[in-house]
Antibody, heavy 127, light 107 residues
Framework: QLQLQESGPGLVKPSETLSLTCTVS??????????WGWIRQPPGKGLEWIGS???????YYNPSLKSRVTISVDTSKSQFSLNLTSVTAADTAVYYC???????????????????WGQGTLVTVSS | EIVLTQSPGTLSLSPGERATLSCRAS???????LAWYQQKPGQAPRLLIY???TRATGIPDRFSGSGSGTDFSLTISRLEPEDFAVYYC????????FGQGTKVEIK
């Protein structure tokens, strides 16, 4: 049974880097059928897709966050990670990791829907 | 970026009633790449519908989705107590964006 578990600091200072890891268990992170993504939700607000990664290392980022985001994967540890640089209070949110299905055309595949989610972890940006 | 606007913001209904939620896109969503999620307080979202009208695994048939182009809807035929929650639409035809959510509350 698939399980995703987020881990990382719950408090980050402004201008620093937010770093989170998602540990995947119950399935292979190297499955060719899925991507692995990060979504966040500020307190009391809606959802925002941050980005996704394939086991090979191919990444897809939200254009509005692209300049500050790096997502990486470590298949040997069955983990993928999120780094968000130069954080401000606006980055305070619950961060979810998720497994995502592929959407393929005749020429390429990209991440699509998030069909399994971790429980989420609250990260507060404050001095 | 495709902006999704959900309406109404809040829907007040009684158990057993029919709920119809709307999601309108700022431009056409290619390939009916539109999904719906349900989120209850303190929980992660749960995928309900993808491809505008296909129910995800384990989702009851009282949930149905429809639409194409810029106008999509989620219908809950008869509200059960566990259906009171916030619902989000998401397009994945061009990058990925979410709507702001519709809260279905008990009247």
């Amino acid at each position: 049974q698939l399980q995703l578990q987020e881990s990382g600091p719950g408090l980050v200072k402004p201008s620093e880097t937010l770093s989170l890891t998602c540990t995947v268990s119950g399935v292979s992170i190297s499955s060719s059928s899925y991507y692995w993504g990060w979504i966040r939700q500020p307190p009391g607000k809606g959802l925002e897709w941050i980005g996704s990664i394939y086991y090979s290392g191919s990444t897809y980022y939200n254009p509005s966050l692209k300049s500050r985001v790096t997502i990486s994967v470590d298949t040997s540890k069955s983990q993928f990670s999120l780094n968000l640089t130069s954080v401000t209070a606006a980055d305070t949110a619950v961060y979810y990791c998720a497994r995502e299905s592929s959407k393929c055309t005749s020429t390429s595949c990209t991440p699509s829907i998030s069909n399994s989610w971790g429980q989420g972890t609250l990260v507060t940006v404050s001095s | 970026e495709i902006v999704l606007t959900q309406s109404p913001g809040t829907l007040s209904l009684s158990p057993g009633e029919r709920a119809t939620l709307s999601c309108r896109a700022s431009q056409s969503v290619s390939g009916t790449y539109l999904a719906w999620y349900q989120q209850k307080p303190g929980q992660a979202p749960r995928l309900l519908i993808y491809g505008a009208s296909t129910r995800a695994t384990g989702i009851p048939d009282r949930f149905s989705g429809s639409g194409s182009g810029t106008d999509f809807s989620l219908t809950i035929s008869r509200l059960e107590p566990e259906d009171f929650a916030v619902y989000y639409c998401q397009q994945y035809g061009s990058s990925r964006t979410f709507g702001q959510g519709t809260k279905v509350e008990i009247k």
